[in-house]
């Protein structure tokens, strides 16, 4: 009878140890997940960071491209203007003159 007792509580330690060790794995399993977890979300925000400076940088080099080109055509607009007034001033005065007369 001892022994058979001896060998249940031998065997309540064992099974004792034995869940131990399994919520002593549960935790560290839980442990590791979460650093992977947060491993994985820094990972994702590291590279949308990254997205998001390399997009900026091609935005700004399409709107530089693009007031180039506005300032190119104003440019141009206004070569056009000043050409078209020496060509046609002494006309347009005449003409302004002759309706205000009228």
Do not use: G, P
């Not at 060998?7 to 034995?18: F, G, V, Y």
């Not at 491209?65 to 440019?75: D, F, I, L, P, T």
């Amino acid at each position: 009878m001892q022994d058979l007792l001896k060998r249940i509580i031998e065997m309540d330690e064992q099974a004792r140890k034995i869940e131990q060790q399994a919520k002593d794995e549960k935790l560290r399993s839980e442990t590791e997940v979460e650093q992977l977890k947060e491993q994985i979300y820094n990972d994702y925000i590291v590279r949308a960071k990254d997205r998001v400076e390399k997009n900026i940088t091609v935005d700004r080099e399409n709107a530089d491209k693009r007031y180039a080109q506005a300032q190119q055509h104003s440019e141009e607009m206004k070569q056009e203007m000043n050409r078209l007034y020496q060509q046609n001033k002494d006309s347009w005065v005449e003409e302004i003159v002759k309706r205000a007369i009228n």
